[in-house]
Nanobody, 124 residues
Framework: VQLQASGGGLVQPGGSLRLSCTDSGRTLSGYTVAWFRQAPGKEREFVTAITAGGGTGYADSVKGRFTISRDNAKSTMYLQMNSLKPEDTAVYYC???????????????????WGQGTLVTVSS
């Protein structure tokens, strides 16, 4: 698995953005995949994850605003971000781990494959 994140940019508060994470090795279907983010001066934090079996989990701070999905045929996962807030500003990283079909982790330690990160800036 080799991950490539894209879709970041500058957006106004209340706006939307969709991030993508593609696996060039085209083997993502058997992995749990997740998004983490790191704001300036802060530690990396869990955002959301989707398991191989389609189960999802979200951080409380993004519930109801962000939606994670995956397209196994394209070996790609997506993060739809709506109602963006300035505090969502961060570098967003996608990550993958091979684990049980309905297992995900909110800690970054188990994830052994990481994308390069894409910057999301929410500002007027």
């Amino acid at each position: 698995v080799q991950l490539q994140a894209s879709g970041g940019g500058l957006v106004q508060p209340g706006g939307s953005l969709r991030l993508s994470c593609t696996d060039s090795g085209r083997t993502l279907s058997g992995y749990t995949v997740a998004w983490f983010r790191q704001a300036p001066g802060k530690e990396r934090e869990f955002v959301t994850a989707i398991t191989a079996g389609g189960g999802t989990g979200y951080a409380d701070s993004v519930k109801g605003r962000f939606t994670i999905s995956r397209d196994n045929a394209k070996s790609t996962m997506y993060l739809q971000m709506n109602s963006l807030k300035p505090e969502d500003t961060a570098v967003y990283y996608c990550a993958a781990v091979q684990t049980g079909p309905y297992t995900y982790y909110s800690s970054d330690e188990p994830y052994h494959v990481w994308g390069q990160g894409t910057l999301v800036t929410v500002s007027s």
